[in-house]
């Protein structure tokens, strides 16, 4: 926790004649600005419809760390520094939001029971907690931390979280790879046989790995298409259709058939078209749904 530097128990003159209050009065006092800087700074984050420690750090007329140490004195909270932080000490990210967590720039530190506390960048975020609370159940209390600290420590704590999802899974050059391996040559197994042919590991680790490749990339589609010589995997992103893998052509009714298990379809029928849905559980509060969709086409199941 960071040390907050002493201060003088009277305002000065100036910030006392300039009318100054609340976090302004204290920039002043820390002599952090002039009366006349704080009072500037202060129609301009009025103008701007944010707080005015936002504003003198973004501005960088504040240093991020005296700032933030100076709204604690302010408004009694905890300051924190995130300098030494061990990400492997934090709660894991996948029991949290990203998406909420990137939108308030807040970093989750730590649990006990249904209390979480969380690094915030300014007071004001403090009333903005109640969506996180809401998304995860849980009590959600925050203290200060510089809010560069935080931008960084939580962009790596959500990339180490997304090397985490996908540490058991290769790239997907690899898992592709691993389908050649399997079957090197053009005879294909039965579908009734594949849902317990110890060979399939590599197919389930493949299908696993372009779902979540998917997700990764804010895909909205993913087309597994068969054509007459080859076999390949698309994704749609921002509606554009991007080729991503080319399993190996023989493996084509068998991606197709874990994708029909994963969605509930009927295995056996490949002549008429199914509709399921596939939902994939990334943590204990985070599912996705997929729909699917198998249509029959002279080359195989798309």
């Known amino acids: 926790m960071m040390s907050q530097?002493?201060?003088?128990?009277?305002?000065?003159?100036?910030?006392?004649?300039?009318?100054?209050?609340?976090?302004a009065q204290r920039l002043v006092k820390h002599g952090l600005l002039t009366d006349a800087q704080a009072s500037t700074a202060g129609t301009t984050a009025s103008d701007l419809e944010i707080s005015?420690?936002?504003?003198?750090?973004e501005s960088g007329l504040v240093d991020p760390i005296q700032a933030t140490l100076a709204a604690g004195w302010e408004y009694g909270l905890p300051v924190v520094d995130l300098e030494a932080l061990r990400l492997n000490t934090l709660p894991?990210?996948?029991?949290?939001?990203?998406?909420?967590?990137?939108?308030?720039?807040?970093?989750?530190?730590?649990r006990h029971g249904h209390r979480l506390t969380v690094a915030?960048?300014?007071?004001?975020?403090l009333t903005q907690l109640d969506e996180l609370q809401f998304a995860t159940g849980l009590s959600v209390e925050g203290v200060l931390a510089p809010v560069d600290q935080i931008t960084v420590a939580l962009n790596n704590y959500l990339a180490q979280n997304e090397r985490g999802m996908l540490d058991e899974l290769d790239d997907i050059d690899d898992a592709v790879s691993s389908l050649n391996i399997v079957n090197n040559n053009d005879?294909?197994?039965?579908?009734e046989e594949s849902s317990q042919n110890s060979e399939d590991a590599p197919i389930v680790k493949f299908v696993n790995k372009i779902l979540l490749d998917a997700i990764r990339r804010g895909a909205s589609d993913i087309h597994f298409e068969p054509y007459e010589t080859l076999y390949r995997v698309r994704f749609r992103v921002?509606?554009?259709?991007i080729e991503v893998?080319?399993?190996?052509?023989?493996?084509?009714?068998?991606?197709?058939?874990?994708?029909?298990?994963?969605?509930?379809?009927?295995?056996?029928?490949?002549?008429?078209?199914?509709?399921?849905?596939i939902k994939l559980k990334l943590s204990r509060i985070r599912s996705l749904d997929f729909r699917v969709n198998s249509l029959p086409t002279v080359y195989g199941e798309k």
Not at 255 to 272: G, H, P, Q, T, V
């Open 92 to 110: 894991p990210a996948s029991d949290y939001p990203i998406k909420v967590l990137q939108n308030l720039n807040v970093l989750p530190l730590a």
């Open 187 to 191: 005879n294909e197994v039965p579908l």
């Open 245 to 277: 893998a080319r399993p190996p052509f023989a493996m084509r009714s068998r991606i197709a058939a874990r994708l029909k298990i994963m969605a509930r379809l009927d295995i056996s029928e490949r002549r008429l078209p199914q509709d399921g849905a």
């Open 52 to 57: 005015l420690l936002q504003h003198v750090i």
């Open 5 to 23: 530097p002493p201060f003088e128990s009277t305002l000065s003159h100036a910030a006392s004649r300039g009318g100054l209050r609340g976090i």
């Open 238 to 241: 921002d509606g554009m259709l």
């Open 120 to 125: 915030v960048p300014y007071p004001a975020t």
